[in-house]
């Protein structure tokens, strides 16, 4: 089984930031990619940003030039720094892996609980 625990939510407000970090454990063979996905009330989850296992980033329209998404490949961990945020940043986030946990299996999506962000105006 593969874990994903995030950290760093919380209230803050307009035009502050938030650093979130999620770290992966468990049975992992390699990673091949991580992101970060966000969920408001009443809307669909969306994806916030993705990289790769090569370092190579994605990011929605609406965060860029924001947020930053980096990784530590040794700790497993994916991290979000959130910059400027808006109080249309509020969300539960979710962290994603695409895990693969044998050197013959194919990768599959984790998902961890997610963490509050709430941004006050």
């Known amino acids: 089984q593969v874990q994903l625990v995030e950290s760093g939510g919380g209230l803050v407000q307009a035009g502050g930031s938030l650093r979130l970090s999620c770290a992966a454990s468990?049975?992992?063979?390699?990673?091949?990619?991580m992101g970060w996905y966000r969920q408001a009330p009443g809307k669909q989850r969306e994806l916030v940003a993705t990289i790769t296992r090569g370092g190579s980033t994605n990011y929605a329209d609406s965060v860029k030039g924001r947020f930053t998404i980096s990784s530590d490949s040794a700790k497993n961990t994916v991290y979000l720094q959130m910059n400027s945020l808006t109080p249309e940043d509020t969300a539960v986030y979710l962290c994603?892996?695409?895990?693969?946990?044998?050197?013959?299996?194919?990768?599959?999506?984790?998902w961890g609980q997610g963490t509050q962000v709430t941004v006050s105006s």
């Open positions: 468990g049975s992992i063979f390699s990673i091949n990619a």
């Open positions: 994603n892996a695409k895990v693969r946990t044998t050197s013959w299996g194919l990768a599959y999506d984790y």
